[in-house]
RNA sequence: GCGCCCGUAGCUCAACUGGAUAGAGCAUCGCCCUUCUAAGGCGAGGGUUGCAGGUUCGAGUCCUGCCGGGCGUGCCA
């Protein structure tokens, strides 16, 4: 329809410059958008105060100008001047309604747009160590990324989501090490707990697990443990001195078969609780990434070549730098060290390029608002070994601060002391939570309410949704029990019986869908479906006040239900979109 | 210190590419269930968009400075 207009008024400035009057030199963009407020038609267009500079004349007058050669259309009822300049375009309501028809045969697929130009790209999100369960923090990143790949989708990319596993490096030599003491612990042998390991009680169940299939096989005394150890820091010491010194030890002590066995068994544990976790908050992924992957094939050693080739890399004080600097970086990275080790950067470079081996044409990344460092890294990165940076995106979520009784929830991984994400879901419902994590926008701080996701009330606008959903539904359902089931063909023939105000304002919003999403895309902001299905469900139960749809007027009846299951498809697929379900009723079995 | 993000109603947040009278929810105060689910609807009050300048037909949105909050600034991951 935009397009329709556009052409309209490119015709109009055509011929105004054929009448000389405009000069022929101006080529305008014509921008459309949809107005805010019902008076103001349903587009509307700035053109008339865009040239009211290059053409020193008042707006309004160029208005009444284009207006006047404007041709006629069989989709506009008029077209008016307002305010400072705007041209207000009124569609037909014959135009207006035809949205239902459309939606009613498109169903899900209504809606769905080539914004993306097919473009092949990886989404990657949340990405969090495998070292424990998945807390709170995680959520925002896992709701945001899920329902953004899920908008991407529908708008013409092709997505893959992907989570990159660090099944690789220190942080999981601290988490095999945490195991094991804890194991040590069961065997009855009394450990010093050290203060920069995995305090977590998963530890200990993963401990026990060790031991149930091995018993006392990775005992050993306490002494030998601690042999050469620096002290811990509650002792006046560093705390990782001290816990790299006990990961040398675990290594010499166990051997690696030993070690790699109660490695392997922790990190099984935990990255199919954080699967299981995931899916129990509607998020799925194509892909598990190995980073460890990166390292037994040839691609860290490759991607750095590359960059070699490229001279990018440079020798200092016994490590490998890479000239980040030379990119916009702040300062140069290492990516291998004095020791001999890649660093993790060198993991992330890999992997990039990885990305792009495999035929991705652009590559998403979901970071939370801690890792904005990592933007012009990345990007230098990609620079180095050639890949276009455009294709490399970084967006940044913002931190939830958790909220309980009006306090704020201070978490730490490594202390344990953190709500998980599954207890969350459990506490509130997946639909809630993950509506809530995903109803503000990214890059905005918000407070998440604990109490207030807890609470099963109409505080949770994922309800009213829900509810509205849930209220359509009811609606068929009774009218089907008086043999007074929805005839598609007389709903559609009657179509333009649809004369009240909150009809046409359903209309209004419905028709707005599409734009809806392809916004959402382009800004990457999936709270504009949030804030849209609330807005839609807002109309509906409005509608539902003032007017009756089960009514004995046979053609009014079937117009109304035809109206209305557009709009109950247009919440249900808002909904899956954003992770959570529509149900057909509100009352739960378990309540 | 430097860099990035943010600051909008009492609270939590919207505002599409710079557009028209800055909008919702919660909370407060009225009203509406013999009518398809009241987890609902209708209405009222509530604002110098942190402050000060600038850019222009037009600024919550862009630029500069300040104030306040968050995060980063490792041969950590």
Redesign the pocket.
């Known amino acids: 329809m ?1 397009k329709h207009l556009q052409e309209l008024l490119e015709k109009a400035v055509s011929d105004l410059q054929r009448k000389k009057i405009f000069p022929k030199e101006i080529k305008p ?1 014509i ?7 019902k ?3 349903d587009f ?1 267009t ?1 053109l008339a ?2 040239l ?2 290059p053409l020193s004349k008042p ?1 309004r007058e160029i208005a009444q100008q284009l207006i006047d050669v404007i041709i006629e259309s069989s989709h506009v009822e008029k077209v008016e001047i ?7 375009f009124f569609l037909t309501q014959n135009c207006r309604r035809q949205v239902i028809k459309q939606v009613l045969k498109q169903g899900s697929s209504f809606g769905d747009n080539n914004f993306g130009n097919n473009k092949k790209i990886t989404v990657e999100f949340v990405s969090a ?1 495998p ?1 424990g369960p998945l807390h709170v923090g995680h959520g925002r990143g896992a709701a945001y990324g899920a329902s953004l790949a899920n908008v991407l989708a529908k708008c013409g990319y092709q997505v893959q989501k992907e989570y990159y596993v ?1 099944d ?5 030599d601290i988490l095999a090490v945490s195991v094991w003491l804890r194991y040590i612990e069961l065997c009855g042998v009394p450990v010093v707990f050290p203060d920069n390991g995995y305090q977590g009680g998963y530890i200990v169940d993963i401990a026990r697990i060790v031991r149930k299939k091995y018993g006392d096989k990775f005992l050993y005394k306490s002494q030998d443990i601690y042999e050469g150890v620096p002290v811990d820091e509650k002792d006046g010491g560093d705390k ?1 001195a001290h816990i790299d010194g006990l990961i040398v030890n675990a290594k010499n002590l166990l051997d690696k078969k030993g070690y790699d066995k109660i490695f392997q068994i922790a990190l099984k544990n935990i990255l199919s609780g954080i699967k299981t976790d995931l899916e129990g908050f509607n998020v799925e992924y194509e892909s598990w990434f190995s ?1 460890k992957q990166l390292h037994d094939s040839d691609t860290i050693d490759r991607a750095l070549d590359k960059l070699k080739e490229n001279n990018y890399l440079y020798e ?4 490998v ?1 890479f000239m980040a600097t030379h990119f916009g970086d ?2 140069d ?2 990516v ?4 001999g ?1 890649k ?3 060198a993991s992330d470079i890999a992997y990039l390029m990885n990305k792009f081996e495999r035929g991705f044409e652009g590559a998403l990344y979901v970071f ?9 890294r990345l990007k230098a990165a990609a620079k180095g070994m050639g890949i276009n940076p455009d294709n490399i995106e970084i967006v ?1 979520t ?4 958790l ?1 309980s009784k009006g306090k704020k929830v201070q978490m730490g991984t490594r202390s344990g002391n953190f709500i998980s994400l599954s207890q969350l879901v459990k506490d509130v419902g997946v639909d809630a939570a993950r509506f809530f994590y995903v ?11 604990i109490d ?1 996701a807890k609470s ?6 994922v ?2 949704i ?3 959903h ?2 359509i ?3 068929f ?3 089907e029990q008086q043999a007074m089931q929805h005839n598609k063909e007389i709903g559609l023939a009657s179509l333009h019986m649809l004369n009240t105000e ?1 009809e046409q304002t359903l209309l209004r919003t419905i028709s707005s869908y599409p ?2 999403l ?2 959402a895309a ?2 990457r ?1 999936p ?2 479906v949030a ?1 849209y299905l ?2 839609i ?2 109309n509906f ?11 004995e007027d046979e053609n009014l009846r079937n117009a109304r239900l035809s109206l209305c299951k557009a709009t109950r498809i247009i919440i249900a697929n808002g909904l899956q979109l954003l992770g959570a379900s529509a ?6 079995e378990d ?1």
């Not at 921008?31 to 407020?37: D, K, L, P, V, Y």
């Not at 690789?168 to 999981?172: A, D, L, P, S």
């Open positions: 935009i963009q921008n459309f958008e949809r107005t805010r407020s008076e103001h038609g509307s700035n105060l865009t009211a500079k707006p307002a305010g400072p300049g705007f041209l207000n160590n070292t660090n690789n490096g220190r942080q999981m990782e980073e200092k004080e016994g490590a730098w702040d300062l990275r290492v291998e060290r004095e020791n080790q660093t993790y950067f939370g608002a801690d890792h904005h460092g990592y933007i012009a940044l913002q931190f939830a601060n909220v109803m503000r926008s990214h890059d905005q701080h918000m407070d998440f309410d207030l099963q009330t109409n505080d949770n606008p309800y009213y829900q509810y509205a849930a209220r539904c009811s609606i359902n009774k009218l909150q734009e809806i392809t916004a382009r800004t902001a709270h504009l804030n609330r807005e469900a807002q139960h409005s509608y539902y006040n003032a007017h009756q749809v089960g009514i149900p057909k009723t509100m009352f739960s309540k």
